[in-house]
């Protein structure tokens, strides 16, 4: 638990800016209707109903809210990434040893034992069979970490979101208490269905990055290098991010949707789609496939550094920790 949130933090403060720009890219027709979309340094082009060339997303920000604006959600992020990968590691590693491992006395009475890459013991399931370990505890592990967090993660999409005519969120708690107040605790699990079928990415992505890790071990006695671990990371991290984008833009859309507080204008309020299939109806009627798709680039180059730094930092600490502890 320790090793996973000390790799969350770490990767949720250096790719908080990747972040907010996708997914204000995400939510955009959603929280601004009337406008077109905007590129990353691109500008949006005219639309009829918008004659004027909307600046793109980085130089909008930086103009309306600076630097800050960047890191604008950092707050919740951090709150959200501690927790998240503090139970997905717990929950993903324990039922990892527990189904996959044996104690040393047993082993000699379990038939068809092979050594682990690393020297961790034994793991007979893991080693026959792998896949179907790896992704019960991947699936397992993301189910328990998405409904404990998904309030934060809510409140961080409120955050990055929020328009400037809106009455803007002081601090963590005190959005999460406007939230409450005005659209009660049910709104704390808008897109939490979505969520939930995103447990897919994972697994897709820890299956991969551990068998990556396996053909990098194979021949080798010594433990895999920094690099050889940011490489499986990288690459099962790209893999899943394209195979299963489409659900966090659907999250986006279900977790943008509220009842408009006390606003400077008289611009329409944001449109509700619904639910899960609704919201992916209208999204593919009135915008095309590629709304699904939006943001995509943004989330590789945020993503993919962010899980190998995540990973990297992961290794690194359980491997400090067992050292300290006596393990090999």
Known sequence: MIAGAGGGLVASVATC?????????QAQRAVNPQQGYLGVTRPAQRTSSSPLRAPATVKDILKHDGIR?????????????????????AVYDGIKRHFGERPPGEVDAI?????AAQVKGYQPLA?????TLHIMSAMAAGATSTICTNPLWVIK???MTQPRNEVRYKHTLDAAL??????????????LLPSLLGITHVAV????????KRVAARGRTEPLTPGQILACSAVAKMTASIATYPHEVVRTRLQTQKRPLATSGSEAPPRTYGGIVRTTKHMIRDEGWRALYRGLSVNLVRTVPNSAVTMLTYEMIVR?????AGYS
């Open 17 to 25: 800016p990747l972040d907010v720009i996708k997914t204000k890219l």
């Open 69 to 89: 604006g960047l890191y604008r959600g950092l707050g919740p992020t951090i709150l959200g990434y501690l927790p998240t990968w503090a139970i997905y590691f």
């Open 111 to 115: 038939r068809h034992v092979y050594p």
């Open 127 to 131: 080693r026959e069979h792998p896949w």
């Open 157 to 159: 999409t409120r955050f």
């Open 178 to 191: 406007t939230i409450y107040r005005t659209e009660g605790i049910r709104a704390f699990f808008r897109g």
């Open 205 to 212: 992505q820890f299956p991969l990055y551990e068998h990556l």
């Open 320 to 324: 400090y920790l067992n050292t300290r």
